[in-house]
């Protein structure tokens, strides 16, 4: 027990050694120094990154600029812009229609606060067209309501593109005096969504969709039954593109295929935006009632300027994948690097000490894989195997280990020959024994040196493999960026290039300079002498 506690004390005084000999080199000095900068961007990106860097989509324009950019270039450009907040969008309160002005001339809509029904959370606004039958009924009637907000468009640059949510559901009931059922009824719906821009006294209004609603049952629904809140719909697309809309913008009844934000915001000025909900009354029976249930109402505009880095063709956060990547960057080199050595320290080993025809086969195994060119054949391996992560981390390691192999080879050559190996051999000592006690301990220094050396290559293979498009689509990665960097558009951004480029230039410099570092601290023959 004490000659153990005695060895764990003398390895611990070892290390010690070792590492402050390490930090007394500047080239280790500087490669520790960069990699504990991305190490705490690769453990802190959820708190760095304000978005996931592959399922966030437009968080801002496509090919948004760096906010600075305007600073530096004195190029005007515009920013997002929300019109609610989530809770108010959501009606989660009666307050929240506060926010809204209501405009109608007719006394058959009755508006209301519904805090039972919504979407996706309880409260929405609820416009209830009710009319009674009589005589003077018969006659088609049009009832219009406008849900309208004003907002001040402060930039000078149009925006790169907007969004209007809506979710909406609608059903119209009559009441039976016999079986006190309530059944759907052919009562239309006309909705429009509109912007109307003010200049001065005069006004300009884009209608952006039209959308007719006629509904048809015949099937009774029980009186007590509510509307299920999973049957909501959006009732026009989320995700609506600013260049075109269902290809055409509708301005004062024509027509017209142009780009709506170049259109609608071209200077600062003041907005209305609003839906206009037009009930038909066709219908010439008994208590025709039909209610519109408005939620998660609301508009954003995606400016042309977002974030640290701006944003990719997908809109995505550039510096979110930046920070993002340091993690599969480190992963994959760390991970493959450590997998190539092993291999190649045990390949090594056992071809050098087990000798003759087990040393020819594995020699010969490895010269073979030394000359098939390493990229082709790594293109090959990721295209039939798939190219996750994991399989990547996997190829790049079975494929780093032919050259560290060799040098071990050679190491363990020169150290089976040694007295003190004669010495165990003459004692008794196995195999295993000799092997993990007198030669490992000798050549795991080089084991060392490899991993340092080895990490550069494999994030550099990663990076080229990701660039050539073969990467996991789950994951971002530096060398993904430096591919989705060659979209049409984006080649020009230099804030999209230069920085993922420069990360994986700085960290393979880090482990470059630590490997010499290494070097010159355990190989005999660099050793500084002072």
Known sequence: MASRKERIKFNLRRLKG????LLSSKKATVGIGIIIFYAIMALGAPLIAPHHPVLDFYVGGRFAVPIWYETLTGDPQSHNMLLL???QQ???????LKEWKILTQSKDIDIQYVSTLGHPHPGCLAITYRRDYTITSIKPTEVTVTLYKNFSYPYKKPPQRFIYYIKMFIKGTTEHQIDKLKTTLDVPVQIKVFIERHENETSKTYDLLWYLYQFKSEEPIPREAESPTDEWVPTFPENLDSNYIRGYLIV???QKGVKLTNEIF????NYTIG?????????KRKNVETTVLIDNLNFKIYGTAYGLL???HYGRDVFSQLVYGSQLSLLIGLLSATLSVVLGLIIGMISAYAGKIVDQILMRFTDALLVIPSLPLLLVLVAVMGPTIWNLILILGFLGWMGFARTVRSQVLSLKERPFVEAAKAVGAGTFHIIFRHILPNVISLAYIALATSVPSAIISEAALSWLGFYDPTVMTWGRMLHDSQQPG?????WWIVPPGLCIALVSLSFILIGQAMDEILNPKLRKRY
Do not use: A, H, R, V
Request: glycine share 8%.
């Open 18 to 21: 070792f590492i402050s000999t």
């Open 85 to 87: 907040t989530e809770e």
């Open 90 to 96: 959501d009606f989660n309160t009666p307050q929240s």
């Open 252 to 254: 004062n009844g024509t």
């Open 266 to 269: 071209t200077k600062p000025s």
């Open 275 to 283: 839906i206009e909900l037009t009930f038909i009354d066709y219908n």
């Open 310 to 312: 701006g944003t990719d």
């Open 490 to 494: 984006g080649i020009e951004k230099w």
